[in-house]
């Protein structure tokens, strides 16, 4: 089970940084990934890292601004955003899975895991 925690509603150029705990099992085994959507769209990955550590990738509209990480003692991994714009507003969701990185976040229908989306809203 995946927990995600963290969302609100920020100002452009603000910063928010979200959570997810899982239980159950150990996130560390997986490919994590942070994916977002809004209303009408795809829902699109956003910033995803292989097992252990391994490769993170992030979509070109957010590199520089969001830095994924993961905590193995807590179980939980974060997606730390800045700079955030009002195109950044979606529901964020964090999901789990055993495809690896290649080249991009796996497609969302082969994460095996997800955790309910939190609301990021990015207004003046």
């Known amino acids: 089970q995946l927990q995600a925690s963290g969302g609100g509603e920020v100002q452009p150029g603000g910063s928010l940084r979200l959570s997810c705990a899982a239980s159950?099992?150990?996130?560390?085994?997986?490919?994590i990934g942070w994916f977002r959507q809004v209303p009408g769209k795809e829902r699109e990955g956003v910033s995803c890292?292989?097992?252990?550590?391994?490769?993170?990738y992030y979509i070109d509209s957010v590199k520089g601004r969001f830095t994924s990480s993961r905590d193995n003692a807590k179980n939980t991994v974060y997606l730390q955003m800045t700079s955030l714009k009002p195109e950044d507003t979606a529901v964020y969701y964090c999901?789990?899975?055993?495809?690896?990185?290649?080249?991009?976040?796996?497609?969302?229908?082969?994460?095996?895991?997800w955790g309910a989306g939190t609301l990021v809203t990015v207004s003046s």
């Open positions: 890292t292989n097992s252990r550590g391994g490769t993170t």
């Open positions: 159950g099992f150990t996130l560390n085994a997986y490919t």
């Open positions: 999901a789990a899975g055993w495809k690896r990185v290649v080249g991009g976040c796996p497609r969302p229908g082969v994460m095996d895991y």
